[in-house]
């Protein structure tokens, strides 16, 4: 953790900062709704001007502090016309100034600032801070995870988890609503729902759901359309709580012919190592599994369920 406390301290300062304006536009409604736009002309798309103004602030911020850093942020992202984001292996802020927009806007406390840190396309540390709530989720890399200062997973003893059947999943619909797109999310969501599994939630926010993961609260989380800011910061918290993050197929570092020949390619002559695949978090989509008694076995066990339920579709990288 001594190798990255600078960064966390420096993190967990600005979002605190950046709470307050975040609470204050929260808890005034007219303010909110006087500064509301729409992005690409797609209503279930928002953004605010408190969105822009704390960007902007953690960004001026986190310049001054680290100059030689790289920056991804949502809203730098959106003025861009959604270029293409540029990942090296300098170290990178990934930022979220508010995830959960659309629960910002309608006053539903489910929304946060989620601020993460790679290195070498890694990400090693996460601070999401909940000003409404007052959580404040923190990690690095090989050094825990932690709920204003308490260590994650909450829920102790480990809970197990025996089968799919016994879960309680999140996943959201997205703000993509094109019909090829809705209809998948829906045809995932029936596959897993008949299961059948205990039950199906949807919070508002990535950053969120995967902090709920990390709780112990939920047992799995799964969803195509986000984006690198939404879960880097979570990645980091959930794998530091003993949680597993990968994405909906098998990561391969091969070509793009080599893909396209391995595609057809499953698992039916080996046992995918599903809980020691690394994660790509410009690939749009997400699969996590809490910290299970049972260990990452039954982790792959049950990652290797839900996959075989997700319905995919065509989703550009970030």
Request: hydrophobic residues 35%; contains cysteine.
């Given at each position: 953790m001594t190798e990255y406390k600078k960064y966390l301290d420096e993190a967990v300062k600005i979002a605190k900062t950046a709470g307050k304006t975040i609470k204050e536009a929260f808890e005034n409604r007219q303010f909110i709704s006087e500064h509301l736009e729409i992005k690409e002309n797609n209503s279930s798309d928002l953004?605010?001007?408190?969105?822009?103004?704390?960007?902007k602030m953690v960004k001026s911020h986190l310049n001054k502090v680290f100059p030689t850093h790289s920056f991804i942020g949502e809203e730098t992202t959106a003025a861009n016309n959604m270029a293409r984001c540029e990942l090296t292996d300098n170290p990178t802020w990934c930022i979220d100034p508010i995830d959960g927009t659309t629960n910002f806007v309608h006053g539903l406390p489910f929304t946060c600032i989620s601020i993460g840190l790679l290195i070498n396309k890694e990400p090693v540390m996460g601070v999401i801070f909940n000003p409404i709530l007052n959580d404040l989720y923190t990690a690095t890399k090989n050094g825990g995870a932690f709920l204003n200062g308490k260590p994650l997973p909450l829920i102790r003893p480990i809970q197990p988890l025996e089968t799919l059947e016994k879960s309680l999943i999140i996943t959201e619909y997205g703000a993509n609503r094109n019909e090829e797109s809705v209809k998948a999310k829906l045809d995932t969501i029936h596959q897993i729902?008949?299961?059948?599994?205990?039950?199906?939630?949807?919070?508002?926010?990535?950053?969120?759901?995967?902090?709920?993961?990390?709780?112990?609260?939920?047992?799995?989380?799964?969803e195509i359309g986000i984006h690198a800011w939404d879960v880097a910061a979570a990645t980091c918290i959930l794998k530091e709580a003993g949680g597993v993050v990968v994405g909906w197929k098998p990561y391969k570092e091969v070509s793009e012919p080599e893909k396209k020949k391995q595609k057809t390619e499953s698992s039916k002559t080996e046992k995918i190592d599903i809980v020691n695949e690394k994660f790509d978090v410009l690939n749009r989509h997400v699969l996590c599994i809490r910290q299970l008694a049972e260990g990452p076995e039954k982790q792959n066990e049950i990652l290797a369920e839900v996959r075989k339920r997700l319905i995919d579709c065509e989703i550009e990288r970030d």
């Open positions: 953004v605010t001007a408190t969105d822009q103004y704390v960007e729902i008949k299961y059948p599994v205990h039950g199906i939630r949807s919070f508002g926010s990535a950053a969120m759901n995967m902090c709920y993961v990390a709780r112990g609260s939920c047992d799995i989380y799964y």
